[in-house]
């Protein structure tokens, strides 16, 4: 009962999409439905967001990323990995290019978002010239921003490619929590539970390079005036890898280095506190 109250005093309720089907809101109505991330969900379950007698229903994602996870590779031969999102695109253009007569009372807008606030501009060139035929433009936001400084970046472009010579990945033996075992007949050292790589080299120039930025101590952000510096620190850094030993192994690498570092400052001494 408290629950219904609270739903029924809500102007808005949000929910996964198989959330939109539980008993508590299932036979609801709501006159607008709002779908974020559309392109990632499969038809079934974006089917479940829209039962819900909307008048408008406003679908968000992008068809040229990620489409919905499916595993199933006889699933993704029937279609399942296709979004509810590209379908209707795809049943749009389709009657537009043969002139059909659309069904009364059936209206497909579509607009793109031709902006984006993420991604330098360098990077983001790629996939636009790629994906995107050149219609997407730099926000202000990014194309401002200053370059973050404890880096020896080629041409002053905040994008850089670190050659890491020399075969040194290493097996990650889950089963044991400290035992990392080297094996020259593999690209890496494997997992024996995930079949998972990580390599000392690598970790050893990655944490080197996260201690540059961090001991440099200032990053430049468009959200401060001019000359105006704030200290960077680890929250400002993210390091994405794809294998889940090499994340172990670097995690283990920045907790012991946190560890010294705040014996370090215990004596007195001024040193950066990498907490991970």
């Known amino acids: 009962e408290i629950v219904e109250n609270v739903i029924n005093s809500a102007q808005v309720v949000c929910s996964t999409c198989s959330g939109s089907c539980h008993d508590l809101i299932l036979n609801r109505e709501f006159p607008i439905v709002i779908l974020d991330e559309s392109t990632q969900a499969t038809e079934p379950s974006s089917l479940c967001s829209i039962i819900h007698n909307s008048r408008q229903i406003v679908m968000l994602g992008d068809q040229l990323q990620l489409p919905p996870t499916v595993l199933c590779a006889k699933a993704q031969h029937k279609g399942l990995d296709q979004s509810l999102f590209v379908r209707l695109l795809k049943n749009k253009k389709h009657h537009e290019n043969k002139d059909d007569e659309i069904e009364e009372g059936y209206h497909l807008s579509t607009e793109m978002l031709n902006v984006q606030y993420r991604m330098e501009p360098i990077i983001a060139e790629w996939p636009n010239k790629m994906f995107y035929k050149g219609r997407l433009q730099n926000g202000e936001n990014v194309i401002n921003r200053r370059i973050v400084k404890g880096f020896k970046w080629r041409k002053n472009l905040p994008l850089a490619f670190i050659n890491v010579l020399g075969n040194n990945e290493e097996l990650d033996s889950s089963h044991s929590n400290t035992d990392f075992h ?52 680890v929250d400002d850094i993210g390091i994405i890898t794809p294998y889940k030993a090499q994340a172990k192994y670097l995690i283990r690498e920045l907790a012991s280095m946190k560890e010294k570092e705040q014996s370090k400052k215990n004596r007195g001494k001024r040193t950066e506190v990498i907490d991970w």
Do not use: P, Q
């Open 182 to 233: 080297h094996d020259s007949n593999h690209y890496g050292h494997i997992n024996e539970e995930t079949g998972s790589y990580y390599n000392k080299r690598e970790c050893s120039v990655i944490i080197s390079t996260l201690k540059d930025f961090v001991l440099h101590r200032i990053l430049h952000k468009t959200d401060f005036e001019e000359g105006e510096d704030i200290e960077i620190t």
